[in-house]
């Protein structure tokens, strides 16, 4: 089924947010954040039914490998609170007619195991050559609010519209009868394996303290 859903944030340090490790967690490899020493290790999860390192034209070749670019990233940000990345998080269609990005987790229901998603992970500087630019493409920046003490991307419905828009377009181009379901807009916040898919839950408390 096709949704609108649209998750957008920042990763950020002041919430001990690191680029390298949310690259590594997205190509499900190892990588060594250079900054820190860490070394964040995904190759045993499952893998992504696709990865790939979008760069601009002009922009080094060297930037296509994970480890490179968003150490670069990293090194571009001397701010401890920084921000490092912005990620979004697009719902994406279960329909057999098309093939997809990152395969759901297993569950017991029929929308658990129809949570197909893409994670969008964009650098917060535009690359120059063989370099970052030394300022940050704010032209880029979505509205952020503060609400609860959280922020919170405010035009994060719009995004959503866009995406369902983007999704019927899509459809429409390539003669498929697909469009996104008007009646679920709201898709359940991806939270990672079943265990964690109970809102409120221990497990979930831990992880978002942890965040």
Known sequence: MAIQFARARYISRSTGGNAVRSAAYNERTAITAERTGELFHFSHRDQPAHHEVLL??????RFANSAVLWNA?????????????RE??????????LTVVHAPHEGESDSERANWHAH???TT???EGTKFATK????????????????VVADGE??????RDHQNRYFLEHGLSIRVDPAATHAQEHIGPVRMRR?????????EVIR
């Open 56 to 61: 601009p034209a002009g922009a080094d070749g």
């Open 199 to 207: 809102v409120g839950s221990e497990i979930v408390e831990r992880a």
């Open 88 to 97: 979004i998080v697009l719902a994406l269609p279960a329909n057999t007619e």
């Open 120 to 122: 969008l992970l964009i």
């Open 158 to 163: 719009v995004w959503g519209e866009l995406w």
């Open 73 to 85: 990233a990293e090194a571009a940000e001397r701010r401890k609170d920084a921000q490092v990345a």
């Open 136 to 151: 940050k493409a704010r032209d880029l920046d979505p509205e952020v609010r503060h609400a609860g003490g959280r922020a």
């Open 125 to 127: 500087r535009r690359i």
